[in-house]
Structure formats: structure tokens, C-alpha cells
């Protein structure tokens, strides 16, 4: 697995988006502080993958995804494995309750030659290309398909996070070695050896099913096709017989047939012939109609008549004068005459207005005249008490002086001090100003009440006068309309005489209308009668057409009881003759239906010898039956050829068979107990012992080996005589060493021993090379640059070490503010 690209937002400490382009970075540094986020890069890989970080301490760890205070983080990586490229995803969010759970992931496999740069545009589960995994449960499974390695030996040998770069040092042998199984796809002769005892067992079951069919076709002998071939022969010759015989048959039905219908052309003439009779009421229908022709022209002169003696009428009544103009004269008297009746009683309403009026009138000038007193004497009422007010102020002042004192208003010397009233002039002038008030006010009350009662009356008075000047007005009107009138009698007279008129315009009105509703009715009556001597003449023509092929006599067409009289007597004679012929064609069908029963006989006798059933006396059913005989005969023969061939394929089938289930047994036997895959496992951790022996002398300066012993790591330490130590007796520094050699020796040499997926394209190493001395760093660091330098795996390192980064020709410089981590790319 070699990652090309990484995009981060909201993931831990990289709170905004980041992109880590990963991009020709065979040999690459992570750099930056402390705590800045340096190992977090990693985590993003491997959680992207797997759903979790080793330092997390399983998926439950999950909330760690998030940054803090952030409602979701989304990581993507573009990776390559085994020659494809492939994009994973996956989404965490925070729900309203707190919890933290994966909302999306997804492994897609992008087409070649995919830009990555578009990528740029967003982070979202874009369809990306083939679909390898679309939910966190499918995501295991598609990982392990592309990347080849589970967690655990992904954390072991590809990514190596703190704290866990000696796993592989120290795991145990069995752990050790499915790790080494999975890297160099020995699982590949396990399944060989399955799909061997698989495909012997299969091979087994068919070839029972094999013998099964081949019992089942016992009877498909050469002898039994034979037969089968000799009996299509012999039902084809019955064939032939049949086919030969059916022209006979079918020229004696045709011959039979022609007989019969002769004879039916003959009954359906008789028939036709018999059906000639006459009907009932042709005879009468004439005399009706001619009645009816006679009503209606009676009743066409009772309308004539009926409408000259109308007309007259209208004509006098139009001499008579106009009854509504005459009618309206009248009227007009009547109205002078109500009018002239009226005349008093308005000029009384007149008169009687002008005298309440005038009353009113002047008991509004008496009231007014009450209120000016009033209020003349309210005026006086006031000036009063202002006065007593001063009379008041000035007995105050003269319980304060005696004579000699100065006046405070004058300031002269007081020679006598007048009395002091006993009542208060201010308390005597309110009462009398109250007084005053209360009358003022019913007087102006008195006024204002008659005054309006004078104005109502005032208004009462000019609508009294227009009413009488109207009333006169009317009168003159209608004085100047009778002017010219003959008078009120002998406009009665004229109305009268035009009444009487107008009774007799209506009653000879109704007897033109009566007239009218008689000849309507003769006239239906006439078309009735007309339509059924029609309807007769129509079925006398549809009856003598029936018969015209026969040439019929010609028909009288004034005449319809003689026409019926003549067609039915020439009827009779024509079906006297037709009798006599139908007996000698009837003969003839006889004859000739013997003759068609004398030749099915003949075809049914060759059905009997050729031991088929005969069926129904029909022509197309005699040779189709013999058809399906053929059919049936040459179809039992091919599936005799059929089965034969099919013993034949079975025989082959089974030689095969018995032939793969003895290769397939042998091939399991041999792969049984995994001794091959066990001989392999042994050559590769030989070839990574050697490999990582070989790196750790360089950077130990010669003093250690690494050996193993029944899947144990140990040391030779060359410093004390050659002993051989465990490696869990290393000091820390001597155990990086020891792991890191492995960890080169993994990618460098069993990565071209792999044949799966689970290539070691890549190897970063997250851990402190500050325990290491600058010699030993130096070691380390062109072990390091030799590796890269190869060109076939990328290489990465976490350090804080400058000395080893400046080494580095690609950094990734890794810094942290206030909120979040940033990552810039350094280097080529």
C-alpha cells in the first residue's frame, strides 16, 4: 500500500481542511514540534482504513476523531496497492445526545488515470469510480482485498506507530508467523490444497450421478435404435398409403357434397316459393286512405270559412275605434272630478298652518323677550356681588383699626372706625345671584322651546302651500284633457259596443283555431293511410324480389289486392314443379355418400394394419393422424439416438472423472498437514533474519546478530564472546534498533517475495531516533537513503531530530496555533 494523497477536515487537531500530498515522495519526513501533529497524519491513514488508531484502544476510542467542539471529521486517502488505485472515505459526526458514530465510508476503485486534483473541489463520497465497499460493514472486507494486511499487521509492518514499532520483534511465533503468511500470500497453497479435496470430492459426486444416469438408460442399445429406425420406415410407407387414397375421398365427398347441394337449392326454392301468400288487410288499405283524403279536404273548407268570418270581425272592431284611448278619456273625468272634490279641503290645510304659525310666532318673541330680562338681571346680580366682595375686604380690615391708625389702602389717618356689619354682603349678593341664574335659565329654555316649535310650524306652512299649488296645478291639467271629449255617456256607449265586438273577434278566433286542430288531424289521418298503402306496396316488392331470380308476372301497381291475387297463384304453380326435381336430387345424395363410405372403409382398414388408431371420418384429421404416427415413431427413434449418445458422453464423462479424482486426492494428500506452506515459512523468516542481521551489525557496529530458534528472537552479542541473549534483554535503545531492523528487512526483501496484494509498497517509521547516538542516527540514515533510493517502496519518517530531517529530501512540516494544525510541504 503506497498513499498518494490525504484529506483531512475535523479530524483531532486538524480542525480546517488539510491535504498532505503525498505525490512522488518516495523518501518523506514528518517534522514539526512536539504535540504539533506529526503522528496524527498517520492515525488519519490508518483510520481511514480501519476505523480506528492503535492509540485509541479499539473503536470505541472513535470520539477521538473529532476535534474539539467539532461536529464532524472527514478523512479521505488516495492510495495505490498492487498496481491499482483506490480512494477511501470515511465520516464520524457528533448527534444531538453527544454520540459519536460513523456516518459514512465507502472504498472506490478509480479508474486509470484519474487527476487527483479534483479532488480539490471537495471532500464528499463523490462516485469516484467502481464501488468496492459503500457502509462501515463492507469496509473491512474491501480493505483487506485491496490493502492485503488486517490492523493489526498493518500497524506491524507498514504504518509503526510510538510504542508499538517492536510488535513484530516481540509478538509471538504463531502471531509472527500469519503475519508472514498473509505478506507472502501463503495462504495460497492452503486454499490449493482445500479447492484440491474440494474438487475431489465433486468429482466424486458427479461421477455417481454419472453411473445414476447411465443405469437409467439401460434400454438405449444399439438393437432397441435399430428397431425404432424399421418401424419409422414401415409408418411412412403407411403414410405414403394414406396420402395415395385421400384424392379418391375427396372426389367422392366433392361429388357428394355438389349432390346435397342441389337438393338444398331445391328446399331452400320450395321455401322460398311457400312463403308467397297474401296478407290480410291489403285490400282494405285503399278505401282508408281514400276516406281520409275526404275528411281532410271537408275540413279544409270549415277553415277557410271559419277565418273570412274572423277577418270581418277584426275589420269593424278596427272601425269601432281605439278602446284604450276611449278608456282613458274616461279616466281623466274621473280624476277632474276628484280633484275638483279636493280643492276645499287643501286651502282649509292652508289657512289653519298660517293661523298656528302665527301664534307660535308670537309666543316666540314673548319668551325672547322673558330672557333678555333674565339675563338683564343677571348682569345686575353680578355687579352686585363684585360690590359686596369690596364691602366684604373692607370689613376685614376694620376689625384690625382704630381710630388714629393708618388705612392700609389709603394710608390716611383713621379718625372713626365705621361699624362692622353683622352679615357678610358677599353671602347675600350669591343668593341673589343664584337666583337670577335659575330664572335666566328657564327663560332662555322657554325661548328656545318655542322658538323651535315656531320654526317646525314655519316649515309645516310652506309645505301646506306647495301642496295646494300642486293640487291646483293637477286640476288644470286635467281640465285642459277633457276639453274636447263627447262627454262621460257617450263614451260608455262606445266602449260598450267595442266589448261586444271584441267577445265575437275571440269566439270566432277559437272556432278558426278548432277548424285548424280538424284538418291538422285529417291531414295525419291522410298521411297514415298513405304511409300504410307504402308500407304495403313496400312488403309486396320485398316479397316478389325474394322471387324475381323465378321471373315473376308484372304487377298492377293501382292495384294492390290483384297484384297479391296474381304473384300467389304464380307462386303455386312454380312450387308444384320444384317438388317433382327434389325427389330425383335427393336420390342422388344417397348415391353418392354410399360411394364416400365404400372409400374412408378402404383408408381405415390400412389405419388398422398399421396398427394406428383410426380416428374421426374427416379428411385433415386422417392425415394428420398419420402424420403424428410418423412424428411419433421418428421422435421415439432420436431419443433412442439421443440416449445412445448420451451413454456414450456418460462413459467419457466417467473416465474423466475417475481421472480428476485421483489427481485432486493426490494433490491433497500431498498438500495435507501444510508441510509445504511450513518448509516456506521457514525460508522467508531465514531470508528476514539474514536481512535484518545483516542491518542491525551496521548499526550496531558489529556487536549484534539476530538469529531465531523455533519462531523465537534472539541476539548474538559478539561483545561478550558470541552469547546468545533474548531480545527482550535489549535496552531501549538496542530494542528500536532491532525492531527497526526488521522493519527494513520486511519491506525491503519479503515485499518482492509477496505474490498477493499485501505488498510492502511503503514503511513509516513514528519513533524516537533521539535515543540514538549521531553515529548510530548516521547508520540508521543512510540505511534509510539506500532503501529509498531502490525506487520501489516509498519511506517515511516521524522525527523531531534535525539532523536526520535535513537528511530528508521531502519534509512535511507539521505546525499548530491556536486553532488548528497545518501541514506545508518542503523539499523537492
Known amino acids: ?88 472515505t470515511r465520516v464520524v459526526r457528533r448527534d444531538g445526545r453527544g454520540n459519536v458514530k460513523t456516518a459514512g465510508a465507502g472504498l472506490q476503485l478509480m479508474p486509470a488515470g484519474f487527476d487527483v486534483t479534483k479532488l480539490d473541489t471537495g471532500m464528499d463520497l463523490d462516485d469516484l469510480g467502481e464501488v468496492l465497499a459503500g457502509t462501515p460493514a463492507e469496509m473491512d472486507a474491501a480493505v483487506l482485498d485491496a490493502v492485503g494486511l488486517p490492523f493489526e499487521q498493518f500497524t506491524s509492518c507498514v504504518v509503526l506507530p510510538q510504542g508499538q514499532f517492536a510488535d513484530f520483534l516481540h509478538a509471538k511465533p504463531a502471531t509472527r508467523q500469519q503475519i508472514l503468511v498473509n505478506l507472502l500470500g501463503l495462504h495460497v497453497y492452503e486454499e ?35 428397431a ?37 337449392a331445391l328446399d331452400a326454392d320450395l321455401r322460398l316459393l311457400s ?28 277553415v277557410r270559412a271559419a277565418e273570412e268570418k274572423e277577418e270581418k270581425l277584426r275589420g269593424e272592431l278596427a272601425a269601432a275605434g281605439d278602446a284604450g284611448s276611449l278608456s282613458l278619456m274616461l279616466d281623466r273625468h274621473a280624476e277632474l272630478e276628484r280633484l275638483t272634490g279636493q280643492a ?33 338681571l343677571l348682569e345686575q346680580a353680578r355687579l352686585d356681588y363684585v360690590e359686596a366682595q369690596r364691602i366684604d375686604r373692607a370689613s376685614a380690615l376694620r376689625a384690625h383699626l382704630a381710630a388714629g391708625d393708618h388705612c392700609p389702602v389709603c394710608e390716611q389717618v383713621v379718625t372713626t ?29 322657554a325661548w328656545q322651546q318655542r322658538d323651535a316649535v315656531a320654526r317646525k310650524l314655519e316649515s309645516n306652512l310652506e309645505r301646506k302651500r306647495a301642496q295646494h299649488e300642486h293640487h291646483l296645478s293637477r286640476m288644470a291639467e286635467a281640465r285642459a284633457a277633457v276639453a274636447d271629449s263627447p262627454g262621460v255617456d257617450a263614451l260608455r256607449r262606445r266602449l260598450a259596443e267595442i266589448e261586444k265586438l271584441q267577445k265575437q273577434l275571440d269566439r270566432a278566433g277559437a272556432a278558426v283555431r278548432t277548424a285548424r286542430s280538424a284538418h291538422r288531424q285529417a291531414q295525419a289521418a291522410v298521411i ?138 493426490s494433490l491433497a494428500g500431498h498438500l495435507r498437514a501444510n508441510n509445504f506452506e511450513r518448509w516456506l515459512l521457514e525460508e522467508a523468516l531465514d531470508m528476514l533474519v539474514d536481512g535484518a542481521s545483516r542491518i542491525l551489525r551496521e548499526l550496531t557496529g558489529g556487536q549484534y546478530d539476530l538469529m531465531h530458534d523455533k519462531g523465537e528472537f534472539y541476539v548474538i552479542d559478539h561483545h561478550d564472546a558470541g552469547l546468545r541473549r533474548g531480545v527482550r534483554t535489549l535496552s531501549g535503545g538496542e530494542t528500536f534498533q532491532a525492531s527497526l531492523s526488521l522493519a527494513l528487512a520486511l519491506s525491503e526483501q519479503l515485499a518482492g517475495m509477496s505474490t498477493t496484494a499485501a505488498s510492502l509498497e511503503s514503511i513509516v517509521l513514528d519513533e524516537g ?60
Do not use: C
Open 1 to 88: 500500500m503506497r498513499p498518494i494523497r490525504l484529506d483531512m477536515a475535523g479530524f483531532t487537531v486538524f480542525r480546517d481542511e488539510t491535504t498532505v500530498d503525498f505525490t512522488d515522495a518516495d523518501y518523506f519526513a514528518l517534522v514539526g514540534p512536539t504535540g504539533s501533529g506529526k503522528s496524527t497524519v498517520l492515525d488519519a491513514v490508518t483510520f481511514v482504513l480501519y476505523g480506528t488508531v492503535p492509540r485509541w484502544g479499539g473503536a470505541r476510542g472513535i470520539v477521538n476523531a473529532l476535534a474539539p467542539s467539532a461536529t464532524e471529521a472527514r478523512v479521505r486517502l488516495v492510495f495505490e496497492s498492487a498496481g491499482d488505485r483506490y480512494v477511501a
Open 192 to 226: 490449493v490444497q482445500t479447492r484440491a479435496t474440494g474438487r475431489a470430492q465433486t468429482a466424486e459426486g458427479k461421477l455417481a450421478v454419472v453411473d445414476q444416469g447411465l443405469a437409467g438408460l439401460a434400454d438405449a442399445t444399439d438393437e432397441a435404435v435399430e
Open 228 to 264: 425404432a429406425e424399421q418401424h419409422v420406415t414401415r409408418m411412412r410407407e403407411f403414410t405414403a398409403a394414406v396420402e395415395q387414397a385421400m384424392p379418391g375421398l375427396r372426389a367422392r365427398r366433392t361429388a357428394e357434397a355438389e349432390a346435397a347441394a342441389t337438393r338444398d
Open 275 to 302: 312463403s308467397v301468400r297474401t296478407p290480410q288487410a291489403s285490400v282494405e288499405t285503399a278505401g282508408v286512405t281514400a276516406a281520409a283524403r275526404a275528411t281532410a279536404a271537408e275540413a279544409a273548407d270549415e
Open 344 to 376: 276645499e279641503w287643501f286651502a282649509g290645510e292652508v289657512s289653519v298652518a298660517e293661523v298656528e304659525y302665527k301664534d307660535a310666532a308670537t309666543a316666540a318673541e314673548i319668551a325672547h323677550s322673558a330672557h333678555l330680562g333674565a339675563a338683564q
Open 417 to 445: 372706625v365705621p361699624a362692622v356689619p353683622e352679615e357678610s354682603s358677599v353671602r347675600a349678593a350669591e343668593t341673589t345671584g343664584k337666583a337670577a341664574r335659575a330664572a335666566a335659565e328657564v327663560a332662555e329654555a
Open 528 to 665: 297514415a293511410a298513405e304511409d300504410r298503402q307504402r308500407t304495403a306496396w313496400r312488403e309486396f316488392d320485398d316479397v316478389r324480389d325474394r322471387v324475381a331470380r323465378f321471373s315473376p308476372p308484372p304487377a298492377d301497381r293501382d292495384d294492390l289486392a290483384g297484384a297479391w291475387s296474381t304473384l300467389a297463384g304464380w307462386a303455386a304453380e312454380q312450387s308444384a314443379e320444384r317438388a317433382t326435381a327434389r325427389a330425383a336430387a335427393e336420390e342422388a345424395v344417397a348415391t353418392a355418400h354410399r360411394s364416400t363410405v365404400a372409400a374412408l372403409q378402404e383408408i381405415a382398414a390400412l389405419f388398422t394394419a398399421a396398427g394406428v388408431t383410426v380416428p374421426q371420418h374427416d379428411e385433415s384429421a386422417l392425415i394428420r393422424a398419420a402424420a403424428v404416427a410418423v412424428e411419433r415413431a421418428e421422435a421415439s427413434w432420436r431419443r433412442l439416438s439421443d440416449r445412445r449418445d448420451q451413454v456414450r458422453e456418460f462413459t467419457e464423462q466417467r473416465m474423466t472423472l475417475q481421472r480428476e479424482m485421483r489427481v485432486a486426492k
Open 769 to 828: 531516533f533521539g535515543t540514538l547516538d549521531a553515529a548510530t542516527l548516521d547508520v540508521v540514515a543512510a540505511t534509510l537513503e539506500n532503501l529509498a533510493a531502490r525506487g520501489d517502496r516509498m519511506v517515511g519518517v516521524v522525527t523531531h531530530v534535525t539532523a536526520l530531517a535535513e537528511r530528508v529530501p521531502v519534509r512535511f512540516e507539521v505546525h499548530k496555533d491556536a486553532r488548528t494544525a497545518h501541514v506545508v510541504r518542503v523539499g523537492l
